[in-house]
């Protein structure tokens, strides 16, 4: 729920458990306590979805039996498939830009283990007109950071289980040619095409694609979007990383962006998600300030962690049982 900061100073000493997502003029006031924290100052609230750097959204934990907050870096952010509860929920917080994120996003669907143990997140961002540092913040240690994971692992009750979805409104087409890359990376230049080999800005180009159109790869039925950041000097820049030998192709054009977004949210209403977050791309291209996206408020996202990292996709998760 959208808050003041004195409500959630409040909450805070009050010893609850919180999840909280806000500008980082706010963050930086909070007391220390049960809570880890990202940057962000687009939300979207009961009354939908805004633009704020005087309200958080803050998710009070109270279906957790256990919980325990640890930071990570570059070198051992997968120990947190070591650390988790059995039956269990973890969430991960990372800052966009650094290397922790991006030593997730490339190596996360090799990490086997990760699969067996829900994981849920985002990466936190800062405003667009005025960029600044994306940080977060572990609230036992007071502290906030550049280049860390912040992570609060749940035990859940016996019975109680976490289920974690997405509503993605891209899809491919079977008879568009099929894209791979010879690296698993953030940025490429050259792919084959058909098999074919290609410069990829020069293939983006020759067809005059839409950069609001993201990659998109079935994984088993799923489709999973990598959406394009930057094309500069024939490199072509992602917000999550590509990876080797993985079919791609373009997503199918959608006209009308926010129709079919309110679409396919529609279709998940009756869903009661404990936690969501939304893309920065969804919040701009399907002009969503302002919308209501009810059940789904919750953090506007520079990236999606459902499991892996993913974007330009709404991800939920629900405590079943």
């Known amino acids: 729920m959208i808050k003041t900061l004195e409500e959630t100073i409040s909450l805070i000493e009050g010893g609850k458990t919180l999840h909280i997502a806000a500008d980082d003029s706010l963050l930086n006031k909070l007391p220390k306590g ?28 109270d279906f ?20 988790c509860y059995d039956n269990g929920l973890t969430m991960i917080i990372m800052p966009f830009g650094s290397k922790v994120a991006a030593k997730y996003a490339k190596e996360a669907p090799e ?15 800062y405003d667009l007109a005025n960029p600044g540092e994306a940080r977060v913040y572990a609230g036992p240690e007071g502290k906030s950071y550049t280049d860390r994971a912040v992570v609060m692992y749940f035990r859940l009750p016996e019975g109680k289980s976490a289920m974690i979805n997405l509503v993605n409104i891209f899809e491919d087409d079977k008879n568009d040619p099929v894209i791979r890359f010879h690296d698993s990376d953030l940025s490429v230049r050259s792919c084959t095409v058909d098999g074919k080999e290609t410069l990829f800005s020069d293939y983006i180009d020759s067809l005059g694609i839409d950069s609001k159109m993201p990659l998109v790869a079935d994984h088993n039925g799923s ?9 500069e000097n024939g490199t072509v820049s992602f917000y999550a990383p590509v990876f080797k030998d993985i079919e791609y192709r373009f997503a199918k054009k959608v006209e009308d962006y926010e129709g079919e977004f309110r679409k396919k949210t529609e279709e998940e209403k009756d869903r009661k998600p404990f936690f969501s ?21 919750g953090p506007v996202t520079f990236g ?7 974007n330009q996709t709404l991800v939920y998760c629900e405590i079943l049982g």
């Open 277 to 297: 977050c939304n893309c920065i791309l969804n919040y701009n291209y399907g002009n969503l300030s302002g919308k209501k996206m009810d059940p789904f408020t």
């Open 34 to 61: 049960n809570w880890i924290g990202g940057t962000t100052p687009y939300l979207i609230g009961d009354e939908g979805g805004l633009l704020t750097k005087d309200r958080l959204f803050v998710n009070e934990i």
């Open 304 to 310: 999606e962690v459902a499991y892996q990292l993913i």
């Open 111 to 125: 990490v086997e283990e990760l699969i067996m143990h829900p994981t849920v997140g985002w990466i936190s961002g």
């Open 64 to 83: 957790a039996e256990e919980v325990k907050i640890a930071t990570y870096g570059k070198y051992n952010v997968f120990q947190i498939v070591e650390e």
């Open 223 to 231: 489709y999973i979007n990598t959406s394009i950041k930057s094309v």
